[in-house]
C-alpha cells in the first residue's frame, strides 16, 4: 500500500508562485511513476506533471510546461509542483498520485494508470 498527502495549497494573485508539496508513504520502492493532477469545478481531471521515479525524467502538459516544475525531494518520498506565472485558470483542487504499474515508454500518464491518490489540495489563483 503507498499512501499520499499534499500540501502547500493556498491562495495567490495572478503572477504569483505557489509550490505544493506530495508526502509518499508505505511501499514506495514499488512506485514507478508518481503524477499530478488537477480538477476544476465543472471540468475533467487534468493531467499536469508525470515524474519516473528511477531517473527523475518529467514530462508535462502543454498548458503547463515552462511554468510548472515537477521535482523530487532530496529524501526521495516527496515530490513538489512549483508553479510560477499562476493564472486564475490554474484554480482547481491539485492531487497527487502515484503507479506501481510498470509501462513500456515514457510519457505523461494519464489517470487511469495511476492506482494511488492522495486527497488534494486546493489552489486558488485571483486576478
Known amino acids: 500500500q503507498v499512501q499520499l498527502v499534499e500540501s502547500g495549497g493556498a491562495s495567490a494573485q495572478a503572477g504569483g508562485s505557489l509550490r505544493l508539496s506530495c508526502v509518499v508513504s508505505g511501499d514506495t520502492y514499488s512506485i514507478k511513476f508518481i503524477g499530478w493532477f488537477r480538477q476544476a469545478p465543472g471540468k475533467e481531471r487534468e493531467g499536469v506533471a508525470t515524474i519516473y521515479t528511477a531517473r527523475g525524467r518529467t514530462y508535462y502538459a502543454d498548458s503547463v510546461k515552462g511554468l510548472f516544475t515537477m521535482s523530487q525531494g532530496k529524501a526521495e518520498n516527496v515530490v513538489y509542483l512549483q508553479m510560477n506565472s499562476l493564472k486564475p485558470e490554474d484554480t482547481a483542487m491539485y492531487y497527487c498520485?502515484?503507479?506501481?504499474?510498470?509501462?513500456?515508454?515514457?510519457?505523461?500518464?494519464?489517470?487511469?494508470?495511476?492506482?494511488?491518490w492522495g486527497q488534494g489540495a486546493q489552489v486558488t489563483v485571483s486576478s
Open positions: 498520485a502515484a503507479s506501481t504499474r510498470t509501462v513500456l515508454y515514457a510519457g505523461l500518464r494519464p489517470a487511469n494508470e495511476y492506482n494511488y
